[in-house]
């Protein structure tokens, strides 16, 4: 059966004016998985309009990681 909720999301946004809400929307998104695994959210940012949130194993619950991977 799969997970009622999403662990990775992929956001990829306009301008600087879009990004903050985008990325707010889908960590909203993603806290009930991480919640519900005991894990953490990192936001990783490819490019100055790519991202990737994810609830992610090496970050502690309750907590949310940035990282730059260009």
Excluded: W
Aim: proline share 7%; glycine share 2%; with cysteine.
């Amino acid at each position: 059966m799969p997970h009622p909720y999403p662990q990775v999301l992929d956001v990829q946004v306009k301008d600087a004016n879009t990004k903050d809400t985008a990325i707010s929307t889908a960590v909203q998104e993603l806290i009930p998985e991480a919640i519900r695994s005991r894990r953490g959210i990192s936001v990783t940012r490819y490019s100055i309009t790519e991202f990737q949130i994810a609830v992610d194993l090496s970050v502690p619950c309750g907590e949310i990681h940035e990282r730059v991977r260009f």
